[in-house]
């Protein structure tokens, strides 16, 4: 069972991460402020723009969406695309973000984060974020899964000081 407080417990496996944690606030916010409030809680300095110079941050809210930033002059750099879109509940997309931080073009190449929102006995909701198929990556998935779980640990810290403001 997750924990309260800012605790992101993670489970690491062969070809996944999977990050579980409770936030004080009902399903439909939790989902709310991760899908539709990106910009308010991702790490900027994870992204190509960069903190400075980062313009716009989101998620094209239906299925076939693109996650994607928009950085100075106009630059855009989609970062995946939207598998599943079910709000409050459930959403996947694809990791299209290579372990040299370079666009990977073939959604067949890319892994996959599924994020699931369920409700608790107390009204809190339980945010699961299963980050999989780093295998898709090749010869540099394992050291990728290892990066990003420290990677996720920081974003979702981020995220809970977001949706508990």
């Known amino acids: 069972m997750a ?5 992101v417990r993670q489970e690491v496996g062969p070809a996944s991460v999977r990050s ?4 004080p ?8 402020v ?10 900027r300095d994870y992204t ?3 903190s400075a110079a980062l313009v716009e941050l989101g998620i094209e ?26 709000p409050p509940y459930r959403l996947v997309f694809t990791w299209q973000i290579g372990p040299d931080r370079a666009p990977v073009p073939d959604p067949e190449r890319a892994s996959e984060v599924e994020v ?11 945010v699961e974020v299963e980050h999989r198929h780093f295998e898709r990556h090749g010869e540099s998935g394992e050291g990728y899964r290892e990066a990003l779980t ?16």
Not at 150 to 165: F, I, K, M, N, P
Request: aromatic share 16%; net charge negative; charged share 25%.
């Open 3 to 7: 924990q309260k407080g800012t605790s």
């Open 20 to 23: 579980v944690l409770l936030v």
């Open 25 to 32: 606030v009902p399903v439909e916010r939790a989902f709310e």
């Open 34 to 43: 991760f899908a539709e409030e990106l910009a308010d809680w991702w790490i």
């Open 48 to 50: 190509w723009s960069g």
């Open 61 to 86: 809210p239906h299925t076939d969406g693109m996650l994607y930033e928009i950085g100075p002059y106009g630059f855009r750099a989609d970062w995946g695309r939207v598998l599943v879109w079910e």
């Open 116 to 126: 699931r929102f369920r409700a608790d006995d107390s009204g809190d909701t339980v």
């Open 150 to 165: 420290a990677g996720w640990q920081e974003l979702l810290t981020g995220y809970h000081r977001s949706v508990t403001r």
